[in-house]
């Protein structure tokens, strides 16, 4: 089925930059869309940002948009967030998750099938 | 952006209930409607996608219904192992939206 190990969270202070990885494993990368999700601890779920499988299509919830950066490195199996201009609001675990598209009648459709384990991001000072 | 609103917030329930979420989009979500499930500590698992289809390896005692804006999730005979917080999710558009989540917890 596949994996996803997520690294590079840790605390950083506000204003900063940070850089998440995940490495994927049991598949290529390159076949899938993929995204990021992040939680605050006991809270809900929030979507982040996603990335088709050859990167041409982008997508950024409003509240990283023009701070955050997707990217992948197929040759290396890996997707990216690069967090530029941190804040304190952006504290959470974050999840990378692989989008599995399943034909069905009346179309194709798309649910996060693998996830990583997260990362913990704290921006504080 | 698309508003996903889930009821209730949480429940109680007993080993053996029918427990039934709803979720309610903002706008006609057709059936782009996916289903998580999240234990303290792990990451979501994916549940049910299309509304209705159940991923592979999930108890058919999961099911989900519904198009358009109404949809649930109904959990028959809740096994111990199926206390957890629940998350809808519609995929029908960028930003991807999830419903704040329904905690099931033991009566």
Redesign the interface.
Known sequence: EGQLVESGGGLVQPGESLRLSCAASGFTLNSYWM?W?RQVPGK????VS?MNSDGSII????SVKGRFIISRDNAKDTLYLQMNSVRADDTAVY?CARV?T?M?P?GN?????V????TTVTVSS | DIQMTQSPSSLSASAGDRVTITCRASQSITVYLNWYQQKPGKAPKLLIFAASILQTGVPPRFSGSGSGTDFTLTISNLQPEDFATYYCQQSYSAPWTFGQGTKVDFK
Do not use: E, F, P, S
Request: hydrophobic residues 40%; charged residues 10%; negative net charge.
């Open positions: 995204h999700v809900g779920l929030v979507w996603r997508d950024y919830a409003a999840y599995h399943a069905a009346g459709y798309y649910g996060m099938d996830w990583g384990q997260g």
